[in-house]
């Protein structure tokens, strides 16, 4: 009998369009936040279960929260807005490097004007916001072609730009300072004045950014612009027809995803890394983002999310559960049944339910509202 | 005339090369051309195949079997394996996803890729597994026009050999054959070639086994030129940019597409390259079908798209 | 034959005929427009014209060009020859934008629905047009975005009374019974508040019940709105009734234009398509 929605009137239009109408998912989600941004600092702080080492931030909840941005991001592209990208880990790789660039300072001689470029080191804040309009300036100018190019065809293109980015930062040395070994190390994580240095500040900056961004990405999606994007996937050519100007939808799904999916990249490098190489953001990152944003649900915040989780924790299950049956399992062969486990699923889901967990869990939440009763 | 015969050498080796990346395009233009699927499981077709061919081959050829008994049998159980495989993708893939549209079908394939991938290697083994069926050391000709002659590899003269005779049979298969023509009928309009009795779920099974046919000769191929490896899916990712400059429907553009991909990127790379800092063929194929793209969304060869609504 | 028109559409179309709308001045005419693709002649050489808050129907057998014609309007066509006068601006084509902006909406054939949203979401988007705050907004969903969204909120609640379909506002387009997705469908073309409404078969796959309401909406619509309406349909009887003019098209040609009474009557038209005149 907890979940029901009887009593619950809603007397305003406002209050009808509001992310969680249902009082039930309010609180649940007040519970979730308090959780995450007290619950977990405190167990961190005390080394209790399941946080007694360094272990779950580092390699779990910081690049989980990290990648769930970054599938924020792909799902605006992918799931709202109907474009395939294959090529998001150079959309971060592009947020990483101007947002290291940017923190160490940018000179760029015109010697054509007699002049030059010069910006100094910015703090680490204004880095990584450049870093992802930098991005999000990238992905309109990819995003351009795609009003003559649909479908498959746009896949490709997203294609060319993964590996001409992934050359850029490999060979255009002036990205990473001219380091001799190619790798770079992210600046000091300074936040007005804060140095954010150990796991738990680590965590909690990626958890503010994820929630300011998710929040803001939840209401772009509700609202005027969110609409559009939908349409134009669903049948652009009549979302035209009523006054939708395709250009305009798709050019703004490209510059959102692409800034979102860039700061992720950014906070990638300089939080969870500290210190990278351009493999970091290869074709690979791009099949992941885009797996996790099929498997958590297309068009989906929530299944941004889940898709995340789902992908980043499948290999630590795929290892620790032949482990603690006793079974003897190479880490290559963990890797590669991680690719026969991730296809898989991915195929499944495709046939049973192409909406992906979000959608599972909502199913999940209709029986819910009828519990105890069948129907 | 030393540039020129240096130019000529190039250009000989790149259009060599492209024939290679048309023989993987083959294989995505026939699954294209027949159910409408983009299957970017073409490459991890190339790359089981190949490690079915190879290990069977070292298996065989470890036991005594002679050579050529060795090949031919190791032929047979590649066959074999990808149709098995062919059934079980039609079976638990495409079967039930035969309504949904095309991005999912995509997105299966994509799927598909990554489960061959880890199955091959998980079956066959992970390493590079080196093959010799074609001879590959280096052919001089024209040196009476040129002074040494000009460079050509064995290996590619066979691939274009074996390239030619493939489209051959495929235009032929297509053209002249009862499945061939049901092939065409269940590309247009599944739902009316079903209509007329045309068995959709046998066709595709054909459709798929003879891509994974053709997946494995373009696996005799590459696999003699780099060895059996993962890498080999990758190379399938620059088929990608062949079908979009010929035209994802159409087999002459698969070929006329490698040779242009092949040749371009072996002269950027050597004229364009040593400018840039070298590196060019990573990405240039890419670059060159977004160009094309623009200007020609369907492909030199490919058939235009109305809409209607 | 008089008898069951009456009863098709009722009193709306009782209270249609006896009402004092104005049919004023051409909204919207088309020049001898031919539309070809490839080999194919769509339309060839077709000129009419649409008043000011008329019903116009265009009838004709199937392949006679009378989608292409719609599609010609809207702007998703682009004649090959002949021009297109709307509200007093010769064009030779038109573009999609510039139509719906103008004021031209349109529901279709075979329904284009957004399969991935709601009721109230598709209706929405058909005021995707009129909403102008910016993406900075949008992203705060407060202040001035938030007002313009419940303000267009409340304009798209009247849209779903006027067509009963509250009990199905949240749910997804894709799950509804067809009927009720061309309900949903007008809908959206009416959120445009458009000068002039393109009806490509509104009444396709309809039982009596779902047509006499749609004859009532359109008819509604045309009354009290003012709305301009063109609509294609196969159902003469529905013709008939609500229809001040038609155009008669087959082949591509315009073979007779006149008052419903005109064009049953007109020997090409009995040949072409109506048959036995009863």
Same mark, same amino acid.
Not at chain 3, 153 to 165: C, G, H, M, N, Y
Not at chain 3, 258 to 267: F, M, S
């Given at each position: ?17 509001? +992310? ?51 599938? +924020? ?10 474009? +395939? ?22 000179? +760029? ?60 930062? *490999? ?54 612009? %969110? ?70 649900? *297309? %068009? ?76 | ?11 000989? !080796? ?9 023989? $993987? ?55 074999? $394996? ?42 066959? !083994? ?32 066979? !691939?274009?050999?074996?390239? !030619? ?145 | ?151 267009? &909120? ?62 009532? =909406? ?46 049953? &009557?007109?020997? &090409?038209?009995?040949?072409? =398509? ?5």
């Amino acid at each position: 009998m907890l979940y029901r929605e009887a009593g619950q009137f809603k007397t305003s239009y406002a209050a009808d369009m509001a +992310i969680f109408p249902i009082r039930q998912d309010r609180i649940a989600l007040l519970l979730l936040l308090a959780f995450a941004f007290v619950g977990i600092p405190l167990l961190a702080h005390f080394q209790l279960w399941p946080l007694g080492s360094d272990y779950m931030l580092r390699a779990i909840l910081i690049p989980f929260l990290i990648l769930a941005l970054a599938a +924020i991001g792909v799902n605006i592209l992918v799931g709202y807005c109907g474009q +395939i990208s294959l090529g998001s880990g150079a959309f971060m790789a592009i947020g990483a490097y101007s947002a290291y660039k940017f923190g160490t300072g940018v000179h +760029i001689p015109l010697e054509f004007i007699g002049s030059e470029i010069a910006i100094p080191p910015l703090p680490v804040l204004p880095s990584i916001l450049l870093g992802g309009l930098m991005a999000a300036i990238v992905g309109i100018l990819f995003g351009i072609p795609s009003l003559r190019i649909k479908g498959l065809y746009l896949a490709v293109a997203t294609l060319a730009a993964q590996f001409f980015f992934d050359w850029v930062f *490999l060979r255009v040395q002036w990205f990473t300072n001219y380091a001799p070994s190619g790798s770079v190390n992210a600046p000091d994580l300074v936040f007005f004045g804060y140095f954010v240095h150990s796991p738990i500040e680590r965590y909690l900056l990626c958890l503010i950014f994820v929630t300011v961004f998710a929040l803001i990405a939840k209401n772009l999606v509700r609202g005027n612009i %969110g609409r559009q994007w939908m349409a134009i996937r669903d049948m652009d050519i009549a979302a035209e027809l009523m006054g939708i100007r395709p250009l305009y939808a798709k050019l703004t799904a490209f510059a959102v995803s692409s800034f979102i999916v860039g700061v992720a990249g950014a906070l990638w490098a300089f939080v969870y890394l500290g210190s990278w190489e351009p493999l970091a953001f290869s074709i690979d990152r791009s099949l992941q983002l885009l797996f996790m944003v099929i498997i958590g649900g *297309l %068009g989906s915040i929530l299944g941004s999310f889940l898709g995340a989780a789902f992908i980043l924790i499948l290999p630590i299950m795929l290892d620790q559960v032949p482990h603690a049956l006793g079974i003897p399992i190479s880490v290559e062969t963990v890797s590669l049944l991680v690719f026969v486990v991730t296809g898989s699923l991915i195929c499944y889901l495709l046939i049973v339910e192409p909406h992906g967990f979000a959608r599972l869990w909502a199913i999940a939440k209709e029986k819910l509202r009828l519990w105890p009763f069948p129907y | 005339m030393l540039v020129f015969g240096q130019f000529l050498e190039v250009l000989i !080796g790149g259009l060599l090369a492209g024939v290679l990346y048309s023989l $993987v395009a083959l294989g995505f233009v026939l699954i294209f051309k027949a159910s409408g699927v983009f299957n970017f499981a073409q490459g991890a077709m190339v790359l089981l195949a190949g490690l079915a061919l190879v290990r069977s081959l070292d298996f065989l050829a470890a036991r005594g079997v002679p050579t050529w008994a060795a090949i031919l049998l190791a032929l047979l159980f590649a066959a074999i $394996v990808m149709a098995i495989t062919a059934a079980l993708i039609q079976k638990l893939v495409l079967g039930p996803l035969v309504n949904q549209s095309d991005l999912s079908l995509f997105m299966a394939t994509i799927g598909i890729t990554f489960v061959l991938e880890g199955a091959g290697q998980m079956l066959f !083994g992970s390493d590079v597994y080196p093959l010799s069926l074609f001879p590959t050391d280096a052919w001089f000709i024209l040196d009476s026009v040129f002074d040494g002659g000009i460079l050509v590899n064995k290996l590619d003269v066979w !691939g274009g050999l074996i390239a !030619g005779a493939l489209v051959a049979g495929l235009a032929i298969f297509f053209q002249r054959t009862k499945t061939g023509r049901a092939l065409r009928a269940v590309a247009d309009d599944h739902a009316a070639a079903e209509s007329v009795g045309i068995p959709i779920t046998w066709i595709w099974f054909v459709v798929w086994l003879v891509a994974g046919l053709v997946a494995l000769v373009a696996a005799t191929v590459w696999g003699t030129k780099l060895g059996v490896q993962f890498s080999i899916v990758f190379l399938a990712l620059k088929a990608l940019p062949v079908l979009i400059i010929g035209g994802f429907t159409s087999v002459p553009g698969a070929i006329v597409g490698g040779l242009i991909v092949g040749a371009g990127e072996k002269i950027a790379e050597v004229y364009l390259g040593q400018h840039i800092g070298g590196g060019i063929e990573y990405w240039f194929a890419y670059v060159l079908a977004l160009a094309v793209l623009l200007v020609r969304p369907q492909g030199l060869f490919g058939e235009r798209i109305i809409e209607r609504i | 034959m008089k008898a069951d028109i009456q009863e098709r559409s009722g009193a709306a179309a009782a209270a249609h005929a006896l009402s004092d709308r104005v049919i004023g001045d051409v909204l919207l005419s088309v020049e001898n427009v031919s539309l070809a693709f490839g080999g194919v002649k769509a339309i060839s050489d077709v000129s009419f014209d649409i008043r000011k808050g008329e019903i116009r129907a265009i009838i004709g057998p199937n392949g006679a060009g009378k989608t292409s014609m719609l599609n010609v309007i809207n702007g998703f066509y682009h004649p090959n020859e002949g021009t297109i006068t709307f509200k007093g601006t010769r064009r030779r084509d038109m573009r999609p934008y510039i139509a719906a902006s103008q004021g031209i909406s349109r529901t279709f054939q075979n329904l284009a629905l957004f399969k991935g949203m709601t009721t109230l979401d598709n209706i929405m988007a058909g005021r995707a047009l009129k909403m102008r705050r910016g993406l900075l907004w949008q992203a705060l969903h407060w202040g001035p975005a938030l007002a313009e969204e419940i303000r267009h &909120r409340e304009a798209v609640e009247k849209i779903i009374d006027f067509l009963e379909i509250q009990h199905i506002r949240k749910a997804p387009v894709g799950k509804l019974p067809y009927g009720l997705q061309k309900r949903v469908e007008l809908g959206r073309a009416l959120a445009m508040e458009p000068e002039l409404l393109l009806l490509d078969e509104p009444m396709a796959g309809m039982n009596l019940e779902e047509k006499k309401d749609m004859s009532r =909406y359109i008819l509604t619509v045309n009354d009290q709105l003012g709305t301009t309406v063109a609509l294609i349909e196969h159902d003469m009887g529905v013709v008939m009734d609500i229809s001040d003019r038609v155009v008669v098209l087959e082949y591509g040609r315009k073979i007779a234009d006149g008052t419903p009474e005109e064009v049953q &009557r007109n020997q &090409r038209v009995i040949d072409a =398509y109506l048959g036995i005149s009863h």
